[in-house]
């Protein structure tokens, strides 16, 4: 998961060569549902688990363990690399969603606030998501 803009910038980064070539657009991490249910949920004082419920049935039976991108390509000939941080991306998409329901402003935290005690916090998050 990144930033749209980010993905946009190093579009256009290869666009600026003076050959073609193939090159990996990544943020070289992965994150869990669970992980970005806690930021998100959290980011307005909820705890996903009392709103959300798993239902096995619709797990994909030829779901890929681990996607992970590797962008070294493009970070070394491109010079682009993410501007824009999980928690920061999961804190953009919470406020568009708030601001489109007018509620914006009525956080209990700042974004940075919460979204940093939410990542010091990530032991709560099992690694097996």
């Known amino acids: ?6 993905y946009v910038r190093a579009m256009w980064l290869m666009l600026q060569q003076e050959r073609p070539d193939d090159y990996v657009v990544a ?5 869990s549902v669970r992980e970005f249910l ?10 996903w688990q009392d709103y959300v419920e798993f239902d096995p049935r619709y797990l994909r ?12 390509k493009a970070k070394t000939v491109l010079g682009w690399q993410p501007s824009v941080t999980f928690p920061e991306l999961v804190a953009l998409m919470v406020e568009a969603d708030l601001q489109a329901v007018g509620a914006m402003g009525k956080t ?6 919460t979204v940093l005690d939410l990542m010091a916090q990530r032991q ?4 097996a998501d």
């Open 124 to 127: 709560f998050i099992s690694k």
């Open 1 to 6: 998961m990144g930033y749209a803009k980010d």
């Open 61 to 72: 039976p030829t779901e890929v363990d681990l996607l992970l991108g590797d962008a070294t």
């Open 38 to 47: 806690a930021l998100a949920f959290g980011y307005v004082g909820l705890n």
């Open 108 to 113: 209990p935290k700042t974004t940075s606030d």
């Open 27 to 31: 943020t070289g991490e992965a994150h």
